[in-house]
């Protein structure tokens, strides 16, 4: 595929020296400077709209991709940032379309959700399928539809929150119910992981045609001109060793990033750190970010982001412009993305210059 840049030229005039960057980025080159995702307002006197998971999840359609334009028409788009919206009803929203029902925190202003378990018996239960007459199911397809159709291409719809893998398991089973199965009968696991690799070709092929991915773009936290971009994750794995890991983790995460020319590794906690050598011998994925626990900062992690980089994979950098100008000298170039959000045009363009004469 080769994406008509036209259309994102409405919010990033300069898309074209960002495309460059970024299918260099791919191919592990270096232009003029590393990836710098950075954006904000341009009238901080004008509204932004945000959308709650609940708003997504049952507010006007037509309404939100209006907002979103406005916000887009008020954003700057510095460095290699694109304009890009999430039509996610929540991380457990595709529990909900085999069978599951979202649950909502109040005290969250119900921003925050999780999905209720809906397997009571492995034994009986199987298989895990999509059930396409879900409410959610039916919401989401039309929700990239409509995404589709209003920006044409200007703001990219992102793929879905495919915590799909091990977590999809979770979200049906329960934590401390799954855990048990694990042990007590692991032959359930090994259909049930088979099941989920159907569920995630099934989401994968609905969302990316439903949003017109192909014809526009794809974006997720990374960009390219010429094949398709996503993330892959399994939070759960925090929870497991690497036995359970390389049997049933492993070969689904394989599985989802073959439907992926620019994989995304969404690698969640130190909990998950113990997986690192099976996670760098994944060959499709080429760009991790790592998530610290609440409080820390990715600077606390920039051994471990060195250590990712002797691998050939690149890293997400999230920091002010100070901690990017102090680790830059440090990390590869080609093999980073700088992820910053400053307060004025003036700063992120200053941070630009910066890192061109000093890449």
């Known amino acids: 595929m080769k994406v008509n840049l036209d259309n994102l030229r409405r919010f990033k005039p300069d898309i074209e020296q960002s495309a460059k960057r970024w299918d260099a980025f791919w191919q592990g080159e270096l232009i003029d400077r590393p990836i710098l995702l950075s954006n904000c307002p341009k009238d901080k006197s004008k509204p932004y709209h945000y959308h709650t998971y609940k708003e997504r999840s049952f ?48 005290d969250s202003n119900m921003d925050t959700n999780w999905a209720e378990p809906f397997i009571t018996d492995l034994s009986t239960q199987l298989p895990i399928t999509i059930n396409e007459n879900s409410p959610n199911w039916k919401r989401m397809v039309e929700f990239y539809g409509k995404c589709a159709d209003a920006f044409r291409g200007s703001v990219l719809p992102r793929p879905l929150d495919f915590h799909t893998n091990m977590d999809l398991l979770l979200a049906a089973r329960g934590s401390e119910q799954l855990c048990f199965d694990l042990i007590e009968t692991p032959e359930l696991i090994d259909r049930a992981m088979e099941d989920i690799r159907g569920v995630f070709k099934k989401c994968w092929e609905t969302c990316t045609t439903a949003g017109r991915m192909d014809e526009f773009g794809y974006y997720f936290d990374a960009f390219s001109s010429t094949g398709s971009v996503a993330c892959v994750s399994c939070d759960f794995i925090a929870m497991i060793g690497p036995e359970m890991f390389r049997r049933w983790a492993m070969p689904t995460m394989e599985y989802e990033a073959s439907f992926i020319d620019h994989v995304v590794l969404h690698w969640d906690g130190p909990g998950a750190l113990k997986h690192y050598e099976d996670l760098m011998s994944i060959d499709k994925i080429h760009l991790v970010a790592y998530v610290p626990n ?11 982001y060195k250590k990712v980089q002797s691998r050939g994979k690149a890293v997400a950098f999230t920091g002010s412009p100070e901690m990017i100008k102090q680790v830059h000298k440090e990390l590869d170039p080609r093999l980073t993305v700088y992820m910053t959000w400053p307060g004025s045009v003036g700063e992120i363009d200053a941070l630009d210059e910066w890192m061109i004469k000093n890449t």
């Not at 900062?297 to 920039?302: A, E, I, N, P």
Request: proline share 3%; aromatic share 16%; charged share 25%.
């Open 294 to 304: 609440p409080f820390e900062t990715h600077l606390q992690y920039l051994d471990l």
């Open 59 to 106: 507010g006007d359609m037509d309404k939100m991709t209006r907002e979103v334009l406005e916000n887009a028409e008020n954003t700057y788009f510095g460095g290699d940032s694109i304009a890009t919206y999430w039509p996610s009803f929540g991380a457990d929203e595709i529990s909900t379309y085999c069978g599951g029902k979202l649950v909502w925190n109040e």
